[in-house]
């Protein structure tokens, strides 16, 4: 293990949160110039994810940190062809295509496994089939190469749906564009620009950029919040940390409590920096905002436990018996801190928030102008309340509402 130096700096709580929200880009002036496709340079990274409630995650976050952003400026932004692509990063996300040279460990790994969770009987006659295809008749989905499914479960997959999954995750084939919600596959030397087109960056290097890049788009970090970025290993994170430029620091209440201690009673702990977060002092204009509970501000259940005093959990796998804030549950952010949540629908022209929590009486007008801006952004010209706690609040809420509905 890397001889590290000792930390020289130290951050109060309250700062360590500042900077994670300016590196965000949720606290200061949002960037409308660079727009979605500057919201994913500067996170290196949006999660994919299958659910639509308001919208998919991957819209949810650069209008977290933009407003009302069209779903066209999306899909331009992360599937016009040649500015970005999907890979296995925090989860399946989009990735700003300037990163595909830094995935090549990660490709090379898949190809040292020899195989992903599905097993393919044939696997080079099917992977040349994909080729042959892609090769003369230009991008395809999986329907058009052959068919995604066997008709079973959504992961009884074909043999065809197999064997292009196998080509993306080693490199030879790229997803840059979806239609609809189908992926569009093509051969990687087509999509991916000349000089990037390489794998030619070895093992260290691409792990020490990606330690780099988290580190960036974190401000301040805990070794295990840089290895979970990208979902690295905590020794490649080791092996990289004295290369990566970022500087060790202490942060208060970041560290572990002792036994039967709280997170409020946390020791200062050893964290990360990059240089460039800290100075000048993180402050600015906070966004109001509903957030995916994909959104990287929060993807990592631990960090955001440590830097807001918030335990958030995705239920929309739990039995709905079990479930305690509801399926989608989407953090309230304002001010700079997590005030409270909402699992919402629609229906019609009415956003639906179907079980809503306050932290106090003074997230109400926060939560009212977030729920507002919501529905707007989604064309629904109306909100209602179904469950509220606590209930006492439901009343001063609905009153914000038509305040600012009206």
Not at 201 to 220: F, K, S
Not at 240 to 269: F, H, K, N, T, Y
Not at 379 to 397: F, K, T
Request: net charge positive; aromatic share 6%; charged share 25%.
């Amino acid at each position: 293990m890397t001889s590290l130096p000792t930390p020289s700096l130290e951050l109060s709580a309250d700062e360590a949160r500042r900077i994670a929200l300016r590196a965000q880009g949720l606290l200061g002036a949002p960037d409308r110039r660079g727009g979605v496709r500057g919201v994913l340079r500067r996170l290196g990274a949006v999660q994919l994810d299958t659910i639509s409630v308001l919208a998919r995650s991957h819209e949810l976050v650069p209008y977290a940190r933009l407003g009302a952003v069209g779903r066209s400026a999306v899909e331009s932004a992360y599937w016009s062809g040649s500015t970005a692509f999907e890979y296995w990063s925090h989860a399946a996300c989009v990735l700003p295509v300037e990163e595909w040279p830094h995935f090549a460990f990660r490709r090379r790994e898949r190809v040292a496994r020899g195989r992903r969770w599905h097993v393919l009987e044939d696997s080079e006659r099917s992977c040349a089939a994909v080729r042959d295809r892609l090769k003369s008749d230009g991008p395809l989905t999986a329907t058009e190469l052959g068919g995604a499914k066997n008709g079973g479960e959504w992961y009884d997959w074909s043999e065809t749906k197999i064997a292009v999954e196998w080509l993306l995750d080693t490199g030879e084939v790229v997803c840059a564009r979806r239609r609809g919600w189908k992926r569009v596959y093509d051969l990687a030397e087509r999509v991916i620009p000349g000089p990037l087109f390489h794998d030619d960056v070895d093992d260290h290097e691409c792990v020490r950029r990606l330690v780099a890049q988290a580190g960036a788009a974190m401000g301040v970090a805990t070794r295990a919040d840089l290895a979970d970025y990208h979902r690295l290993r905590s020794e490649q994170v080791d092996e990289v940390i004295a290369d990566s430029g970022l500087v060790p620091v202490v942060v208060e209440g970041w560290g572990r409590p002792g036994r039967g201690g709280s997170p409020a009673a946390r020791p200062p702990g050893a964290a990360w920096a990059d240089p460039a977060a800290l100075a000048p002092p993180a402050r600015g204009r906070h966004r109001t905002t509903l957030l995916s509970p994909f959104d990287s501000l929060i993807w990592d259940r631990p960090r955001t436990e440590r830097i807001f005093d918030f335990t958030h959990r995705l239920e929309a796998y739990v039995p709905r018996p079990r479930r305690i804030h509801g399926y989608f549950a989407m953090p309230l952010l304002s001010g700079g801190r997590l005030l409270g949540r909402v699992d919402p629908a629609r229906e019609g022209t009415t956003l639906v928030a179907r079980q809503l929590s306050l932290r106090g009486g003074k997230a109400v007008r926060p939560m009212a102008e977030a729920l507002a801006e919501a529905a707007s952004w989604v064309g629904c010209s109306d909100v209602r309340i179904e469950r509220i706690d606590p209930p006492e609040l439901a009343a001063p809420l609905a009153a914000e509402l038509a305040e600012i509905l009206r």
